[in-house]
C-alpha cells in the first residue's frame, strides 16, 4: 500500500480506541475490568484502559504490558520488537503531540488511497 514504517507505527496507534472480541476475530478475551460494563454492549478485550480515548495510551500499555487485562496483539508487540518499528513506537509513547502529528498524516495518506469495492453481482438495495 506504499506505507513506511512511521506511518505503519502511527496507524497502529489507532488501537488506542475500541476492542477485540474473541467471538468476532479469534483474539482477546470475552471480557476484562474495563468492558464488563460497556458502554454499548459489554465485553471484550481492549487495547486501553481507557478505550474511548484517543491519546498515546496504546504504545505506553503495549510497552509496559503490566496489565494482563489489557490486549497486546503479535502486531502490537513486534512495534517494540522489530528496530525499524521501535524507533517510532517509542517516540509515541513520550510523546502525544508527535503521535498526533504523524497519524493525522497517515490516516489521510491511507483513506486517500481510496478502496476498490466491485462485488461480482453487484450491489441491490431491495
Known amino acids: 500500500m506504499g506505507l ?6 502511527a496507524l ?12 468476532r476475530s479469534g483474539w482477546g478475551k470475552p471480557e476484562t475490568k474495563y468492558t464488563k460494563n460497556g458502554p454499548g454492549a459489554p465485553g471484550g ?3 486501553t484502559s481507557q478505550w474511548l480515548k484517543f491519546d498515546n495510551s496504546y504504545f505506553k500499555d503495549v510497552k ?7 490486549l497486546v496483539l503479535p502486531t502490537d508487540a ?3 520488537e522489530d528496530s525499524s518499528f521501535k524507533i517510532y513506537a517509542e517516540k509515541y509513547a513520550e510523546d ?6 504523524d497519524y493525522a498524516e497517515a490516516h489521510a495518506k491511507l483513506s486517500n488511497l481510496g478502496s476498490k469495492f ?6 441491490s438495495l431491495d
Request: aromatic share 10%; glycine share 6%; charged share 35%.
Open 4 to 9: 513506511n514504517d512511521k506511518e505503519i507505527v
Open 12 to 23: 497502529s496507534g489507532a488501537h488506542t480506541l475500541g476492542r477485540s472480541r474473541p467471538e
Open 45 to 47: 478485550q481492549s487495547w
Open 64 to 70: 509496559e504490558r503490566r496489565d494482563e487485562d489489557l
Open 78 to 80: 513486534v512495534l517494540f
Open 96 to 101: 502525544q503531540d508527535t503521535f498526533f502529528e
Open 118 to 123: 466491485d462485488p461480482p453481482k453487484g450491489v
